[in-house]
Nanobody, 127 residues
Framework: QVQLVESGGGLVQAGGSRTLSCAPS????????MGWFRQAPGKEREFVAA????????FYADSVKGRFNISRDTAKNTLYLQMNSLKPEDTAVYYC????????????????????WGQGTQVTVSS
């Protein structure tokens, strides 16, 4: 398992944008599938988006489709989540995660399909 480190969280006004980053600590990504989950207080961890590290194919939760964009820079070995048109209900701790399963077979929305997790970064959207 690789140690993942997220950054970019903070306070943002509703309607604003924020970009989260994720990079491996002391190594490189060697996973097939990468993703972002989030967890709001008192709620279960929720799938946000997934991407194939090699081919760049993407998949989004309906709640963020059209507003969020997941991407990766293989040269910089970094995963991103660009969040636009943020809403107060997007407030949560956002987690970067990776899976050793191929993108084509991993169940993207299931948190237990992923092997490594970051410590999370707080995103707070004020109304």
């Amino acid at each position: 398992q690789v140690q993942l480190v997220e950054s970019g969280g903070g306070l943002v006004q509703a309607g604003g944008s924020r970009t989260l980053s994720c990079a491996p600590s002391g190594g490189t990504f060697s996973s097939f599938a990468m993703g972002w989950f989030r967890q709001a207080p008192g709620k279960e961890r929720e799938f946000v988006a997934a991407i194939s590290w090699i081919a760049g194919m993407t998949f989004y939760a309906d709640s963020v489709k059209g507003r969020f964009n997941i991407s990766r820079d293989t040269a910089k070995n970094t995963l991103y989540l660009q969040m636009n048109s943020l809403k107060p209900e997007d407030t949560a701790v956002y987690y970067c995660t990776s899976s050793s399963k191929p993108y084509a077979i991993v169940k993207h929305t299931a948190w237990n399909e992923y092997d490594s997790w970051g410590q999370g970064t707080q995103v707070t959207v004020s109304s």
